[in-house]
């Protein structure tokens, strides 16, 4: 069964960046469509980016779009997210998720699709 791992969250001030990686274990990364999402205090958990398992391709939210950057290494069996030019609003506790989801749209795929999650990584942005 796939299991996930984040790490690289912390606290950064407004501007700054941070890489978040997801390191899977238990099985391969190639045939599943992997996700990053976030849930900050009171609110829903939203899908910041996601690659598609059928063609590479990344898909981002509106709101960290030229900002993040989503990228998969399939032989280390980890998925990274670049977060430059961090905002307040960006804090949250960041979460990657995986499943066998074939994309037939651009779009992030919604969180209950999603059967493996990791156990979230922390990102504060405040001076």
């Known amino acids: 069964q796939l299991q996930l791992v984040e790490s690289g969250g912390g606290l950064v001030q407004p501007g700054g960046s941070l890489r978040l990686s997801c390191a899977a274990s238990?099985?391969?990364?190639?045939?599943?469509?992997i996700a990053w999402f976030r849930q900050a205090p009171g609110k829903e958990r939203e899908g910041v980016a996601c690659?598609?398992?059928?063609?590479?391709?990344?898909y981002y939210a509106d709101s960290v779009k030229g900002r993040f950057a989503m990228s998969r290494d399939n032989a280390k069996k980890v998925v990274y997210l670049q977060m430059d030019s961090l905002r307040p609003e960006d804090t949250g506790v960041y979460y990657c998720?995986?499943?066998?989801?074939?994309?037939?749209?651009?779009?992030?795929?919604?969180?209950?699709?999603?059967?493996?999650w990791g156990q979230g990584t922390q990102v504060t942005v405040a001076s």
């Open positions: 238990g099985s391969a990364l190639d045939y599943y469509t």
């Open positions: 998720a995986a499943e066998h989801i074939t994309l037939g749209s651009p779009h992030i795929p919604s969180a209950v699709l999603f059967g493996s």
């Open positions: 690659i598609a398992s059928n063609n590479g391709r990344t």
